[in-house]
Every structure is written in C-alpha cells, then in structure tokens.
C-alpha cells in the first residue's frame, strides 16, 4: 500500500505513491486453476471451459500438470496450442481463448493489471442477442455467489454452453465482420465500468511500473533508502474451487492498489 499522497505525472493523471506497494511483483494477478472436464456439445464432445476474450489484459498460463490445448481466436486466425506440465503460453488482449481438457489439466493462470480481472475485463462470447447491455448480459453469466453449489454449477455449465454456441459461430463464420461485431459489442458492455478499471489500474500495476522509475531515480542520485524497507509476504488463497469461466479456481487476494 502506497505510504504517501497522490502525485501528478504527464496529462495530468493522478498516481498513488508507489512507496510500499504490496501486491504481485509487476501488479499481476495469480490463480490456481483445475479446467473443467464437462463434455461440450461441439467439436465431439471434448471437455473444457467457457471462451471468452479480455479487452486490456494479456494472459499467462504455467501449466502444472495434466494435458490439453488453449483454442485461440483473432483476427488473423483460429489455432490450436497443445499444453502439458511444463508449457509457458501467453496471450495479449483481444484474443478469445477456450481451454481443452484432454486430461487433468491444471495451470497456474497469471493475469496483466492485478485488479481488472477481478472487476470484470472478459466477455464471454455469447449469441449476439446476450450482448446488447449489462442487464441482459449479467442475467445469463453472473454466478450466485450465495447459491448452493448444484446450483452455481448449473449455471456455470449453462453459461458454458451458451459461450461455445456463440464461438462455433464466430469460428465458422467466412470474412472479418462477425469477429468485428463481436469486438463492438464487447467494448459497449464495458465502457460504464472503464473509469473503475481505470482507477483500479492507476493504483495497482501503473504504480507497480512507476516504482521502479523511482527506485531507479533514487539509485541514479545515490539514494539507496528503499533497500532498508525490504519486505517479504506470502498468502494462502483467499478462496478455493470457485466456478471460474475455464474451471475451478483457487483465488489469491493479491490486489493491493488501495492506499
């Protein structure tokens, strides 16, 4: 957590000091995640989780163990990546990615800009008439959180089902248009929340970034102070086997960008 007040950088936006940020080095995020092995309605039947793209977050996977592959979507083309116990895999933003379970896939999932994951950067890719608001978006993808667990698991796998019927969509569909409608919408259902992104971002990963401008700054006039404030942390995760978009989820509280 910052220890100081707001300064002004270039444009005029305010930055929270970056003395004592506690999160994730480089502000990312981190998750433990066991890949579904609910059986799909397309591609023959093969396990997996929910796709979906995010719009300003690159994703990182860590595979621990099991095997599958990461279905990948953009502009320039559909691929498949293999994944095993020891694959490192990334990919930036706009990219709807789909994992496949071909056996006890688990992967250790580290996500850009710790913070706007947790507030909602993906969109699912759902049929087109589920993407013309948050309302009518929220009410066939949010997961009651106080709900039994048959029940949250109901509507995961629903939500699930309905992603992959708009994926097979855009994945069959001939020339960029479909894939474009997808981006535009994605990017209307986001816009009411981008200044809460943004915020979540300025206190997290660009504070994150900004320390080691000023801890360069420091070293460069022969100031050495912040090695005296040196600090070690650890975390359990703050809760287990969440029904996540691509599986059961481990969560740590890593998000430190409030001051």
């Not at 095997?67 to 895999?89: D, F, K, S, W």
């Not at 994951?117 to 993906?122: I, L, M, T, V, Y």
């Not at 006039?221 to 912040?226: A, T, V």
């Not at 404030?229 to 740590?252: H, N, T």
């Amino acid at each position: 957590m910052g220890t100081g007040g707001d300064r002004q950088v270039p444009g005029g936006a305010a930055v929270v000091s970056t003395e004592g940020f506690g999160g994730l080095p480089g502000g990312v995020a981190v998750s433990h995640l066991s890949v579904y092995d609910w059986p799909a309605a397309i591609d023959g039947g093969v396990c997996g989780g929910t796709p979906h793209m995010h719009l300003t977050c690159s994703e990182g996977y860590v595979v621990t163990g099991g095997r599958g592959a990461v279905q990948t979507l953009t502009a320039t083309g559909y691929e498949v990546t293999p994944l095993a116990a020891g694959t490192v895999a990334w990919f930036t933003p706009g990219t709807i990615h789909r994992l496949v379970n071909e056996g006890d896939l688990r992967i250790t999932v580290l996500m850009q800009n710790s913070g706007l994951p947790e507030a909602g950067d993906a969109v699912l890719t759902l049929p087109p008439q589920y993407l013309t608001d948050p309302e009518t978006y929220a009410a066939v993808t949010v997961i009651p959180a106080d709900a039994p667990e048959a029940e949250q698991e109901r509507v995961a796998r629903a939500r699930r089902d309905l992603a992959l019927e708009g994926y097979d969509a855009l994945r069959s569909a001939e020339g960029p248009e479909a894939l474009a409608a997808f981006h535009r919408a994605a990017a209307a259902l986001v816009r009411p929340r981008l200044a809460e992104w943004r915020e979540r971002w300025e206190r997290g990963a660009r504070a994150a970034a900004a320390a080691t401008g000023e801890q360069l700054d420091r070293l460069d006039r022969g100031d050495y102070s912040h090695l005296a404030d040196a600090a070690v942390r650890a975390e359990q995760p703050s809760a287990y086997a969440k029904f996540g978009m691509c599986g059961r989820l481990d969560v740590y509280d890593v998000y430190k960008g409030t001051v």
